[in-house]
């Protein structure tokens, strides 16, 4: 059993003021693997208090000292991987291959940030003026559990190399996750204050970094009801904000698309995380003409899915987090069926064989028009619904009718054409004939997909206030 009994602050293990604990569970297994003592307003507010202190002197530090910091905490994660791997499959049920990109991803977080820092200019020239980026101040970070030390890596990162320092609220449900994490970024030998780890609930130690005038910035990955009420709570002290949000995004498969090529493609970008992740392309947009043929080929790849035990190396899809995220994901299956959408493949229920464990059958629905909920609504599980169109105006039209705008994905043989309907989708990014990563490029949505950009030039400046100066 794991009892974790400390947060961070000051650069100090600590006993938290807060008496609660809660539950860690395997999800793979529906077994109870340990407890976190949690942390409460006092905890966050001493945690803030270190945060401010230590800022006047880290914010003076130079480019090479933050650099040197990265290089150390990219070092330190990375000596921990197998650990991080491990505790993300007994924790989070991710499949092992999945969570060994999960840890290597976290440690390249803070060398992306170096990089990102050594080619940038915090002084320019314009016109008569000098303009000055400084950093904004103590920032407050917020992760959700689908890619925790994720998330904290990416986002210390950035505060980190704009000379930030930071209280961090992870989650809760991964708190096996942030602790091996936490010895990871201790043992890099940052100064004492500049990050600070205080494990707890949303609506306390959240709901104080959202309110508190110490901190001059909230950066916030999670649901877009939670981002709301933080730009919401934030605006009484005018917080900057970065919101990493929901998301519904469309594949668009084009009708000269290859389907030998797309359908692998098309999987991976609905299925990815086990479907526990934002970005994922859950709506499947098909041409009329070619829909019954691509039906068939998407039932026989999906049934070819390994779901099950998450150390299999053959394992693609997990368990849902938990019971909670288990019977979401169950209510969204039967709804499609109760407004008319066909199964495909999948349904109701765990895959046949498996009478424990909160895993799901990869569910494709087909039937489905662009207002019922299964289409409307972020369901953060492997279920996908097709939805066909008859030009690719028609298609572009509902692609972009989402209240969310955070990814896409355009299939296609032919580039220009891709590219040419890629300018049409409204998200923040849009693949082509694939899942791609580039961590220097702005990551973020439109619409209610969030507010601000992660990654990059664009994820280190909002983390930056630029101040002009005139005159001799």
């Not at 070092?75 to 499959?89: M, Q």
């Not at 359908?263 to 070619?290: D, H, K, M, W, Y």
């Amino acid at each position: 059993m794991h009892i974790i009994e400390t947060i961070y602050i000051d650069g100090n293990f600590l006993t938290p003021h807060g008496k609660e604990y809660f539950d860690l569970y395997n999800p793979a297994e529906e077994t109870s693997i340990g407890r976190v003592r949690l942390g409460d307003v006092e905890d966050t507010r001493l945690a803030i208090a270190a945060a401010k202190r230590a800022f006047p002197a880290f914010s003076k530090t130079s480019k090479e000292e933050r650099i040197a910091i990265l290089q150390r905490l990219h070092a330190a994660v990375n000596a921990r991987s197998e650990a991080l791997t491990e505790a993300t499959v007994e924790e989070y049920g991710a499949p092992v291959a999945r969570a060994s990109w999960g840890a290597g991803y976290a440690a390249e977080c803070f060398l992306n940030a170096a990089k990102t820092l050594e080619q940038y200019e915090f002084e320019r020239t314009i016109g008569s003026a000098k303009v000055v980026l400084e950093p904004l101040g103590v920032v407050g970070l917020i992760t959700p559990w689908n890619n925790n030390y994720g998330f904290i890596c990416n986002k210390l990162s950035m505060a980190i190399a704009a000379g930030c320092t930071a209280v961090i609220k992870p989650s809760e449900m991964s708190a096996l996750q942030t602790q091996i994490l936490t010895e990871c970024l201790h043992e890099a030998g940052v100064p004492a204050g500049v990050f600070n780890i205080v494990n707890g609930r949303g609506d306390v130690v959240g709901a104080e970094l959202s309110v508190n005038p110490d901190i001059a910035k909230i950066s916030f990955t999670g649901s877009t009801a939670v981002g709301k009420s933080i730009l919401r709570t934030g605006a009484e002290t005018m917080k900057r904000v970065t919101l990493e949000l929901g998301g519904k995004s469309p594949t668009v498969v084009l009708d000269d698309a290859d389907f030998a090529t797309a359908i692998p493609q098309v999987i991976a970008a609905g299925f990815g995380n086990s479907g526990q992740a934002c970005v994922n392309g859950t709506r499947i947009l098909v041409p009329e003409a070619r829909l019954a043929d691509f039906i068939a080929q998407l039932k026989s790849a999906v049934l070819r899915l390994k779901v099950g035990d998450p150390r299999d190396l053959d394992t693609l899809i997990g368990p849902m987090v938990s019971k909670k995220q288990y019977e979401r994901v169950q209510r969204y299956i039967a709804l499609g069926s109760e407004e008319g959408a066909t199964v495909i493949t999948g349904g109701e229920g765990r895959p046949a064989g498996m009478e424990s464990g909160y895993f799901v059958r990869p569910t494709v629905f087909s039937g489905v028009t662009n207002n019922m909920t299964i289409a409307r609504e972020e369901i953060f599980g492997p279920v996908v619904a097709v939805i066909s169109y008859r030009t690719e105006d028609e298609a572009i039209e509902i692609a972009n009718d989402t209240i969310y705008g955070l990814q896409a994905y355009v299939m296609s043989e032919n580039p220009d054409r891709a590219r040419a309907v890629a300018s049409r989708i409204v998200a923040g990014r849009v693949h082509i004939n694939g899942v791609h990563t580039e961590t220097q490029a702005p990551f973020g949505g439109f619409k209610q997909s969030g507010i601000g950009r992660e990654f990059g030039v664009f994820g280190l400046e909002a983390y930056l206030e630029p101040k002009t100066i005139l005159g001799v």
